[in-house]
T-cell receptor
Framework: AQSVTQLGSHVSVSEGALVLLRCNYS??????LFWYVQYPNQGLQLLLK??????LVKGINGFEAEFKKSETSFHLTKPSAHMSDAAEYFC???????????FGTGTRLLVSP | DAGVIQSPRHEVTEMGQEVTLRCKPI?????LFWYRQTMMRGLELLIY????????DSGMPEDRFSAKMPNASFSTLKIQPSEPRDSAVYFC???????????FGSGTQLSVL
């Protein structure tokens, strides 16, 4: 079975500051890992994903995440926050083959001027 | 492509009434997922289909909930009878066979009074 834990239901940063959203996963098989973003009144959109290969994954809007097997982590980062980054971010995990995507509880990112 | 289409966008009903939520997946996608999102429980997978067949419905909360996918282009989630605790945003998502990315609809905001 797979699961993800997102540390911190809310993260507040100033515009221009580093964004770090934490995600740890548990999986009995090699995981596929995802970060999704949800803007108000919208569905989720894929930011980036890790399946195999390079452990540092770059996504849209300047976000990136690094798969660290030894730490079972897949933290999301962005060097400089923009006001438009304010949203809820979900980490998700799926095993190989046809399996359901399991989401974390989400982290709301607040960006102040 | 118009993306995943859900209807209605908003639904307000009285306790005890039947509610039917509709979803049209992206053409060519063969996997369809129903999620429920609440403040208390976050994003929960209710059921998912592959090639119109329900694969895992363990997330369906109780017998009041049922889902169907009569063909590749349409799915329904029905709640009968509805209760106030069913109030949530219900998302439909679809995925292609060789694509790990989930595409989400805009959701149906359900309020049961």
């Amino acid at each position: 079975a797979q699961s993800v834990t997102q540390l911190g239901s809310h993260v507040s940063v100033s515009e221009g500051a580093l964004v770090l959203l934490r995600c740890n996963y548990s999986s009995s098989v090699p995981p596929y890992l995802f970060w999704y973003v949800q803007y108000p009144n919208q569905g989720l959109q894929l930011l980036l994903k890790y399946t195999t290969g390079a452990t540092l994954v770059k996504g849209i809007n300047g976000f990136e995440a690094e798969f660290k097997k030894s730490e079972t982590s897949f933290h999301l980062t962005k060097p400089s926050a923009h006001m438009s980054d304010a949203a809820e971010y979900f980490c998700a995990v799926r095993g190989t083959g046809f399996q359901k995507l399991v989401f974390g509880t989400g982290t709301r990112l607040l960006v102040s001027p | 492509d118009a993306g995943v289409i859900q209807s209605p966008r908003h639904e307000v009903t009285e306790m005890g009434q039947e509610v039917t939520l509709r979803c049209k997946p992206i053409s060519g996608h063969n996997s369809l997922f129903w999620y429920r999102q609440t403040m208390m429980r976050g994003l929960e997978l209710l059921i998912y289909f592959n090639n119109n067949v329900p694969i895992d419905d363990s997330g369906m909360p109780e017998d009041r909930f049922s889902a169907k996918m009569p063909n590749a282009s349409f799915s329904t989630l029905k709640i009968q009878p509805s209760e106030p605790r069913d109030s949530a945003v219900y998302f439909c998502a679809s995925r292609g066979d060789s694509n790990e990315k989930l595409f989400f609809g805009s959701g149906t905001q359900l309020s049961v009074l």
